[in-house]
């Protein structure tokens, strides 16, 4: 065989295996459209559920995956951002702590999200924090789920700030906090900004640790901090196990929902990147 | 903090007295060391020695920096200079492992004794870097940076002004003191660093090989600099150029590298330090000369 025929087999291959991932979220999304557009009403954003499709909505849901969103960035962003900023900026990295951590955060970031959902179970809602299953332990347990990712894509955006300008700053006669908080930090604001966006829209769509610590699958009244909670993903979950037609258009519908909200937020990273990509 | 250091008035602010500047004599080719040792110490530097991790760097420097000169660092690479260059202004201790053993006064005060807060040293004596190193951010900001994190919030657009023109580059930016300091050539970055080191009122500027990364037109603009900063500030430069350090220096120290007797480590020595005629006409040490001639290096 030829080498140029060699390298037209391996082209092939590749556009084989391009073709079949996007041929599968082709068929995905056109079929969930199908499926969803009857059912994408005005109802859908302003009723709560019901026993008969066509009195239903997704209201409570789609309030709660809001506050939730809400709440996650509130927690996650000063953890993570903090958490960062020690390790690349502070952390003495030959102690043995600091690379115990280190390690620990890289392996937190492949644990299943459904064993956080375990841990919350027994720590946030029961145990310890006891607070019960209300939204704000969801919100907890997200919160657990991407911080590892979080933390890490922070701090590829602070290790990626030169270390001149560090320097810079300090032969200035400034502080190292007065470096961080005025050079460091908005340098890298962009990438921590994308970083965050993406853990975000991640969790957005977790259902499996929801499920476990027992998000409601019938809540007719709209969440509160405080309160029995639904989530959007729990939703459509709830809705695909009816048997009845009309609750699979609904199913369906909101996943279009759910699928416009994640992809605003990666839109608004990517917007975010290119606006504030900083060439040294 | 103020009493730990020796005053300095600001040489920026209108109300401090101003340097009669005929009292200080340009240095005159020919200056002989002797000449130069009339005038204060700003440095006194004893018996130095720098490692990192344990590993000798640097080993037993002694010499002194006097006020309003340019005093330049020579040598091959690996011996010590930018290391030493990087203790007047406690630089070193940001790197990790680095210790630093023996004596550094400024104005008689030692720099490394306890009790005295490196950020406040650094304020003093400023620092200028081999690569460019401008803040993302205007030009402007660039030099309000350093009177910023002092707390000044009052004044600082005459500041500005008084540094850049220092720096020689008011003409050239004073159109666009708010676009990004990024878009400005190599050579305009570097005096934008002179002029944000300025803006802190120090009285040394210390200049770590500041025209290795310029074309030969910005690094002339730089030495003319060097040439007019020195009536107000003390200069003391790194260079592995041994021409510029013969235009623009007073006095020169060579620094060279010993290898130890098992023939495993080696570290950086002062061979020679005299005024910078001297040190290129008739130096006294063989190394120095075997330099310079252009027979080692």
Request: charged share 20%.
């Amino acid at each position: 065989m030829s080498r140029k025929v060699k390298g037209r087999i391996f082209v092939g291959a590749m556009v084989f295996c391009l073709a079949v991932s996007f041929g599968t979220l082709g068929w995905l999304l056109v079929t969930t459209f199908i499926d969803g557009i009857p059912g994408l009403t005005g109802k859908l954003f302003t009723d709560p559920p019901s026993t008969q499709p066509e009195e239903a909505g997704a209201r409570p849901a789609i309030l709660a995956t809001i506050y939730l969103a809400v709440l996650l960035l509130m927690m996650t962003v000063p953890i993570g951002v903090a958490t960062a900023i020690y390790l690349e900026e502070y952390a003495h990295k030959e102690r043995w702590y600091n690379r115990l951590l280190e390690l620990n955060i890289q392996n937190l970031a492949a644990v299943p999200a459904i064993v956080y959902g375990i841990l919350g179970l027994a720590f946030v809602v029961r145990g310890p924090l006891g607070i019960g299953r209300v939204l704000l332990a969801g919100a907890i347990i997200l919160t657990l789920v991407v911080l590892p990712t979080l933390i890490i894509s922070s701090r590829e955006a602070i290790r990626a700030v030169p270390d001149s300008i560090r320097q810079g700053g300090l032969a200035l006669g400034a502080t190292q906090w007065q470096v961080i908080w005025r050079q460091v930090l908005p340098a890298s604001i962009p990438g921590i900004a994308t970083g965050s966006i993406l853990a975000l829209s991640r969790a957005v769509g977790e259902t499996a640790p929801l499920l476990l610590i027992g998000a409601l699958q019938y809540v007719a009244f709209d969440p509160t901090v405080l309160g029995a909670f639904t989530a959007l993903p729990v939703q459509i979950y709830t809705w695909i196990k009816f048997p009845n037609p009309g609750f699979q258009t609904l199913a369906a519908a909101a996943i279009i929902v759910l699928l416009a909200i994640v992809l605003t937020m990666n839109a608004i990273a990517i917007f975010l990147r290119n606006r504030f990509r900083q060439t040294w | 903090m103020d009493e730990k250091l020796p005053k300095t008035h600001s040489r920026l602010n209108p109300d401090s007295p101003s340097i009669d500047s005929a009292r200080i004599a340009e240095v005159a080719v020919g200056t002989t060391k002797r000449d130069i040792e009339r005038r204060d110490k700003v440095f006194h530097v004893g018996d130095l020695s720098v490692a990192y991790n344990g590993k000798l760097a640097l080993r037993g420097v002694s010499l002194d920096v006097y006020e309003n000169t340019v005093t330049a660092f020579i040598g091959p690479s690996g011996c010590g200079k930018s290391t030493f260059i990087r203790c007047f202004n406690r630089m070193n201790d940001l790197i990790l492992g680095a210790t630093v053993d023996g004596e550094v006064a400024y104005h008689g005060k030692d720099l490394y004794a306890r009790g005295v807060d490196p950020v406040e040293v650094r304020r003093r004596i400023g620092m200028v870097f081999q690569k460019p190193n401008p803040f993302p951010k205007s030009i402007y900001d660039n030099v309000a940076f350093g009177p910023r994190v002092l707390g000044q919030k009052k004044g600082l657009d005459e500041l500005v002004e008084g540094s850049l023109r220092r720096a020689a580059l008011w003409d050239e930016v004073k159109d666009r003191l708010k676009d990004g300091a990024l878009g400005l050539s190599g050579g305009q970055q570097q005096r934008l660093c002179i002029a944000r080191a300025l803006a802190t009122s120090p009285d040394v500027l210390l200049m770590d090989e500041p025209a290795s990364a310029l074309d030969p037109i910005a690094t002339a603009a730089i030495e003319d600099l060097m040439h007019d900063l020195k009536r107000e500030y003390t200069i003391v430069v790194v260079t592995h150029n041994m021409q510029q350090a013969a235009r623009v220096a007073d006095m020169t120290a060579f620094f060279s590298v010993e290898v130890h007797e098992d023939g495993k480590g080696r570290n950086g020595i002062l061979v020679e330090y005299d005024a910078t005629t001297k040190m290129f006409t008739q130096p006294s040490d063989k190394r120095t000369e075997d330099y310079v001639t252009g027979r080692f290096g």
